[in-house]
């Protein structure tokens, strides 16, 4: 009942989204800024940054805006509770888990092992401690599992129990939550156009693909062609790129009559990725506190970090060119900072 004070009525700015229930939990539109002192710093003019950190939600990130669609069709459901899965520092579990609280919804989590030697309090700072304030219900799996089935499993087990679970996949990445990309990337479109801006790239992190999926699959309705680049943080290339498209496909069915078919759309590098997932590399560490010191913004080591990495290397082997506009777009996430403090050995 009290839900329905939280739908959105306002947005849908160009339309593809009029038919799709949704929930206001996000600060948007999110600021879209230049970084004039790390372009030139980089010597690299024209780098701009979207702030989809200050979606505000809980200390913000991308998630929140998967949620907008995601927990409006729990609600829709009937839910009485969410289940949902990521690694131990999830970004995803920690907004779900606000979001829930939002709506009064319970949230379960199941969180995995996933990241190999972690210092003690890996397991109960940043992320986990957020988790425990919202109150959410958590238990834990080793590394390796199918955590989505996993937590399928685990929904099925509340049902049996007279529960009405809503289960929402690793990172909110289904053709529901994407569409909270393709809400962004209607949101791009219009600042750009406000701004002046006219980008030859679009980079930032990519992992469980909806963000990527979404955005491809919104500037594909809409009709905008700038390259959008994900910096893989854990899978091969083409790993990525089969899953990425296969997403967006489904979630540009969802919102236009023109089938996306260009595989070649779908741009990922993964020579950021280092020895694996939530571990970071030298240039992850390096990227982090470059725009902290020349910018005062706030990356984390497992996602935007590896990101800005990618953007950092791939301006230094000139694939971005010399002039245009580039955006960032920062995913959030900098709580799980305080897990890795062991990792910044010069500060
Ligand atoms: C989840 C996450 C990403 C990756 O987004 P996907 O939609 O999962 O690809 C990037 N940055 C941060 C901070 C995240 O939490």
Not at 176 to 200: F, S, T
Not at 232 to 239: E, F, G, L, W
Not at 279 to 288: D, F, L, R, S, V
């Amino acid at each position: 009942m009290l839900a329905s004070l939280f739908i959105r009525k306002e947005r849908n700015i160009l339309g593809v989204l009029e038919k799709f229930s949704r929930v206001a939990l996000c600060h948007q539109p999110t600021p879209l800024e230049r970084m004039p002192r790390l372009s030139k710093s980089l010597n690299r003019p024209n780098l701009w940054i979207k702030r989809d950190d200050c979606t505000g939600l809980a200390t913000g990130g991308n998630k929140t805006r998967k949620l907008e669609f995601l927990m409006a069709a729990a609600l829709d459901a009937g839910a009485d509770m969410i289940v949902t899965q990521g690694a131990i520092q999830s970004n995803h579990v920690r907004q779900t888990a606000a979001a829930s609280c939002k709506l009064g919804l319970e949230c379960h989590a199941l969180l995995e092992r996933r990241v190999p030697d972690r210092d003690e309090n890996y397991e109960t700072t940043g992320n986990v401690f957020l988790d425990n304030l919202f109150g959410t219900s958590i238990e834990y799996r080793p590394a390796g599992l199918d955590m989505n089935e996993e937590a399928i499993k685990v929904a099925e087990k509340f049902k049996q129990a007279g529960r009405k679970p809503y289960f929402i996949p690793g990172g909110g990445s289904n053709e529901i939550g994407a569409l909270g990309y393709v809400a962004c990337a209607e949101e791009l479109i219009q600042q750009m156009d406000e701004q002046g801006l006219n980008p030859k790239w679009i980079v930032f992190g990519t992992g469980s693909t909806g963000t990527q999926a979404g955005l491809v699959a919104g500037f594909h309705a809409l009709g905008c062609n700038v390259p959008i680049m994900g910096i893989s943080v854990r899978k091969p290339q083409q790993v990525q790129i089969d899953n990425v498209f296969a997403l967006a496909q489904k979630t540009a069915a969802l919102i236009c009559d023109k089938p996306l078919t260009d595989k070649g759309k779908i741009l990922v590098d993964d020579n950021y990725v280092g020895p694996g997932y939530g571990i970071p590399t030298n240039a992850t560490i390096e990227a982090c506190e470059l725009i902290a010191r020349q910018e005062g913004i706030l990356l984390d080591l497992v996602y935007a970090g590896k990101g800005l990495a990618g953007l950092i290397g791939l301006i230094k082997q000139g694939k971005l060119g010399d002039d245009g506009d580039v955006v960032f777009i920062h995913t959030g996430g900098s709580v799980s900072l305080f897990a890795y403090e062991d990792q910044f050995k010069s500060i």
